[in-house]
Nanobody
Framework: QLQAFGGGLVQAGGSLRLSCAASGRTFSIYAMGWFRQAPGKEREFVGTISWSGGSTYYADSVKGRFTISRDNAKNTVYLQMNSLKPEDTAVYYC?????????????????????WGQGTQVTVSS
C-alpha cells in the first residue's frame, strides 16, 4: 500500500515536498516512481528512483527543478519540487515496481509499475 501526501497550493517559483509512505511490503526492493495527471490529460512520468537510490531518472520538463530521494529505513520516497510553475499543477501519484524493464528504459511507462498510491493535488498559482 502506498500513500502520497504533501500536496497543496503554492505560488509560482515556490517549493513543495511530496512524500510517499509504503506499508505492507518490503518496498526497499522496488523502484519508486512519481507520475502526475492534469485535468483532461494523460498520466505523465515525472521521475523514478532505483531500489537502492543509486539511480534517478527525470522527465525533461522537471529536470533540474525536481529531486527524488528515498529513505528505505522509513519506507518513504520523497519528491522535492522547486521553482514550481503553473504547468506543474496536477494530481501527483507515487508508484512501485520491480520489473527489470524499468531499469532498461521502461521507467517512464505507467504500465511498468504494479502498485499505486491515491494521489495528492499540487496547484501552482501564477
Amino acid at each position: 500500500q502506498l500513500q502520497a501526501f504533501g500536496g497543496g497550493l503554492v505560488q509560482a517559483g515556490g517549493s513543495l515536498r511530496l512524500s510517499c509512505a509504503a506499508s505492507g511490503r518490503t518496498f526497499s526492493i522496488y523502484a519508486m516512481g512519481w507520475f502526475r495527471q492534469a485535468p483532461g490529460k494523460e498520466r505523465e512520468f515525472v521521475g523514478t528512483i532505483s531500489w537502492s537510490g543509486g539511480s534517478t531518472y527525470y522527465a525533461d520538463s522537471v529536470k533540474g527543478r525536481f529531486t527524488i530521494s528515498r529513505d528505505n529505513a522509513k519506507n518513504t520516497v520523497y519528491l522535492q519540487m522547486n521553482s514550481l510553475k503553473p504547468e506543474d499543477t496536477a494530481v501527483y501519484y507515487c508508484a512501485a515496481g520491480r520489473r527489470r524493464s524499468i531499469y532498461s528504459g521502461g521507467y517512464y511507462l505507467p504500465a511498468e509499475y504494479d502498485y499505486w498510491g491515491q494521489g495528492t493535488q499540487v496547484t501552482v498559482s501564477s
